[in-house]
């Protein structure tokens, strides 16, 4: 008898989907806690190979963040605190036998790394994040390129780099579309990488493309479909943004509605054509398609899963949901929302699930789960630091901007990496960055 396998299997097996913001640190604070204390096997699925803070992804986008500095690898990260990491995608649930499903996982050569699998689960959560919704709209599949990932954003880098060396090296006129960047969606996303291309454009350009004039030949539009860009956020911080923006030289359409993304612009609900060499889609939320009714699983319009104020899904006590990918009840004004799709909600989900947890197994009541609003932060690069809206902490609806809002900024990330990392390697970690910084180009050049 292998008492080894039989002791696996009398610990509780917890199996989370999705390396994301949430899912990590679930996993990471399981795994330094029932993992360690070997009270409970913590597993976590999650199809890529390393972890990138997702709204990060503008700025390697843009090309001012080196992603191998600040990406996490699952595999160390789950020796060093205590849970497994397998690589694959969940497509399907067996809610009777209590399995996911996996997908075979295969390289870029299309050689099979690992075959379809099936993991138990005691308890299961769902943190599969969200992507990007295009509403149906022709080409966008196609054409458009998306912020969905650290590969997106180092194909949209590459591809953003090859065009200015493209028009550099080419004697003839540049044609209308090129070095031209269309960015659907004035969301924080769009805005975000807008600001930044602004600054890295220039600098990609200074190193030695001077047949390229930064002011005339590159320009980037700012594409909303509502009255304002940052709908979300107070007409104050909307209106002091789109200023910014236009200050830059970038040139901002709001009430524009696109009908079809073609393979060199975009094309308008009104016929205009506004030419494009690279168009990014970065409108709309949505959960992955795959969630849809899964396992008859009650999810909404937007796929996410329908859970209750334990954040425990609204057909199974034994599966959670957290992040993005649930739709989650908050009272808001008086009035009835979801919880809103950002980082600090992922986080305070993950937190939370890891006292849900320890209830769950010591056969205790579960608490619920109440959303803290701490506002919206919006960093524009260095050209305005950042603006924000907090509301939950006083009580009302304060905004700041500046330095102060810039260091509240930079301060979720740190809480994000404090959450995974501890103190000290942070410490050490962001030192080493910084020491870095001053040898090397300020914008990424391959």
Same mark, same amino acid.
């Given at each position: 008898?292998?008492?080894?396998?039989?002791?696996?299997?009398?610990?509780?097996?917890?199996?989370?989907?999705?390396?994301?913001?949430?899912?990590?640190? *679930?996993?990471?604070?399981?795994?330094?806690?029932?993992?360690?204390?070997?009270?409970?096997?913590?597993?976590?699925?999650?199809?890529?190979?390393?972890?990138?803070?997702?709204?990060?992804?503008?700025?390697?986008?843009?090309?001012?963040?080196?992603?191998?500095?600040?990406?996490?690898?699952?595999?160390?990260?789950?020796?060093?605190?205590?849970?497994?990491?397998?690589? /694959?995608?969940?497509?399907?649930?067996?809610?009777?036998?209590?399995?996911?499903?996996?997908?075979?996982?295969?390289? /870029?050569? /299309?050689?099979?790394?690992?075959?379809? =699998?099936?993991?138990?689960?005691?308890?299961?959560?769902?943190?599969?994040?969200?992507?990007? $919704?295009?509403?149906?709209?022709?080409?966008?599949?196609?054409?458009?390129?998306?912020?969905?990932?650290?590969?997106?954003?180092?194909?949209?880098?590459?591809?953003?780099? $090859?065009?200015?060396?493209?028009?550099?090296?080419?004697?003839?006129?540049?044609?209308?579309?090129?070095?031209?960047?269309?960015?659907?969606?004035?969301?924080?996303?769009?805005?975000?990488?807008?600001?930044? *291309?602004?600054?890295?454009?220039?600098?990609?350009?200074?190193?030695?493309?001077?047949?390229?004039?930064?002011?005339?030949?590159?320009?980037?539009?700012?594409?909303?479909?509502?009255?304002?860009?940052?709908?979300?956020?107070?007409?104050?911080?909307?209106?002091?943004?789109?200023?910014?923006?236009?200050?830059?030289?970038?040139?901002?359409?709001?009430?524009?509605?696109?009908?079809?993304?073609?393979?060199?612009?975009? =094309?308008?609900?009104?016929?205009?054509?506004?030419?494009?060499?690279?168009?990014?889609?970065?409108? /709309?939320?949505?959960?992955?398609?795959?969630?849809?009714?899964?396992?008859?699983?009650?999810?909404?319009?937007?796929?996410?899963?329908?859970?209750?104020?334990?954040?425990?899904?609204?057909?199974?006590?034994?599966?959670?949901?957290?992040?993005?990918?649930?739709?989650?009840?908050?009272?808001?004004?008086?009035?009835?929302?979801?919880?809103?799709?950002?980082?600090?909600?992922?986080?305070?989900?993950?937190?939370?699930?890891? =006292?849900?947890?320890?209830?769950?197994?010591?056969?205790?009541?579960?608490?619920?789960?109440?959303?803290?609003?701490?506002?919206?932060?919006?960093?524009?690069?260095?050209?305005?630091?950042?603006? $924000?809206?907090?509301?939950?902490?006083?009580?009302? $609806?304060?905004?700041?901007?500046?330095?102060?809002?810039?260091?509240?900024?930079?301060?979720?990330?740190?809480?994000?990496?404090?959450?995974?990392?501890?103190?000290?390697?942070?410490?050490?970690?962001? *030192?080493?960055?910084?020491?870095?910084?001053?040898?090397?180009?300020?914008?990424?050049?391959?």
């Amino acid at each position: 008898m292998n008492t080894t396998t039989d002791r696996s299997r009398e610990r509780h097996r917890i199996v989370i989907v999705g390396g994301g913001a949430g899912g990590l640190e *679930l996993a990471t604070r399981l795994g330094n806690t029932l993992g360690r204390r070997g009270q409970a096997e913590v597993t976590l699925i999650e199809q890529n190979r390393t972890h990138v803070w997702k709204p990060k992804l503008h700025e390697i986008a843009a090309g001012s963040m080196d992603m191998s500095a600040h990406e996490v690898g699952y595999l160390a990260q789950s020796h060093w605190h205590h849970f497994r990491y397998r690589v /694959g995608e969940m497509v399907g649930l067996d809610r009777e036998r209590r399995e996911v499903l996996v997908a075979p996982h295969v390289d /870029g050569d /299309g050689q099979q790394v690992t075959p379809q =699998r099936a993991f138990g689960y005691d308890t299961l959560v769902m943190a599969v994040g969200s992507q990007s $919704n295009d509403f149906g709209t022709p080409g966008v599949r196609e054409h458009a390129m998306r912020l969905e990932s650290a590969a997106d954003a180092l194909r949209f880098h590459s591809r953003m780099v $090859n065009a200015c060396i493209r028009a550099h090296a080419q004697t003839t006129p540049l044609r209308p579309a090129q070095l031209q960047v269309a960015i659907i969606g004035a969301g924080a996303t769009g805005v975000e990488l807008a600001a930044e *291309l602004h600054r890295t454009t220039r600098e990609v350009v200074a190193f030695g493309l001077d047949r390229v004039d930064a002011d005339k030949d590159i320009r980037v539009t700012v594409i909303e479909a509502a009255p304002r860009v940052l709908p979300a956020l107070p007409p104050r911080l909307s209106q002091a943004t789109e200023d910014l923006l236009r200050r830059l030289g970038v040139e901002v359409r709001t009430n524009a509605k696109v009908a079809e993304v073609l393979p060199d612009g975009v =094309r308008f609900a009104d016929g205009q054509l506004l030419p494009a060499e690279l168009v990014v889609w970065a409108a /709309g939320v949505k959960a992955p398609d795959f969630l849809k009714d899964i396992a008859g699983l009650e999810t909404n319009r937007a796929n996410q899963l329908v859970v209750l104020p334990t954040l425990q899904v609204s057909r199974d006590e034994n599966i959670f949901a957290i992040g993005d990918c649930a739709a989650c009840a908050w009272s808001q004004a008086g009035e009835r929302a979801l919880v809103p799709p950002r980082a600090q909600a992922a986080h305070q989900q993950a937190t939370h699930m890891v =006292r849900q947890i320890r209830r769950r197994l010591a056969g205790k009541h579960l608490d619920e789960y109440r959303y803290r609003d701490f506002g919206s932060l919006v960093s524009l690069g260095e050209f305005s630091t950042v603006g $924000n809206m907090m509301g939950g902490l006083i009580g009302g $609806n304060l905004v700041i901007e500046g330095l102060f809002a810039r260091l509240m900024y930079l301060s979720l990330y740190k809480m994000h990496e404090l959450a995974l990392h501890g103190f000290p390697k942070v410490a050490l970690d962001t *030192l080493a960055r910084l020491i870095v910084r001053r040898t090397e180009p300020h914008v990424k050049l391959h």
